[in-house]
């Protein structure tokens, strides 16, 4: 069910057909094709893993604390905006470490301000 590639659009089908019990243990490896949003699969991905707010959240808590900024980027605007505010909240401290002390990456791809955007939202 994991994609080879990024035009793997048969297994993209056999995703959105799969049950909650056969996605859940392969996030962390469909967390991977929204590396780059502009990769075929990759909205359609982003699609699919936000139907996994809560059990995304552990994975994307490393993503964030990682390195490839662009990931952390897309991960912030394809997953956790679109999430309620009690998911973002357990993401909190994640999100505060990136916009008050970002990498030199992290502020080229603007992840610290968009960070600082999520914070925001959910004091409103």
């Known amino acids: 069910m994991i994609p080879r590639d990024k035009f793997d659009e048969l297994a993209m089908l ?3 057909m799969s049950t909650r019990e056969e996605i859940i243990p392969i996030l962390p490896e469909l967390l991977v094709w929204i590396q780059d ?3 075929p699969i990759a909205a359609k991905m982003a699609e699919l893993l936000r139907a ?3 059990e995304t959240v552990p994975h994307i808590k490393d993503i964030l604390k990682g390195t490839d ?3 952390k980027y897309w991960c ?4 956790v905006i679109p999430m309620t505010k009690d998911h973002q909240l357990l ?3 994640e999100l505060m470490q990136l916009s008050h ?3 030199k990456d992290d502020r080229l791809e603007e992840v610290d301000q968009l960070a600082a955007e999520i914070l925001q939202m959910q004091l409103r």
């Open 14 to 16: 056999r995703l959105q």
């Open 91 to 93: 993401l909190k401290e």
């Open 101 to 103: 002390y970002p990498s």
């Open 76 to 79: 912030l605007q394809e997953l």
């Open 37 to 39: 949003m502009n990769w």
């Open 52 to 54: 996994y707010p809560k």
């Open 69 to 71: 900024s662009i990931w």
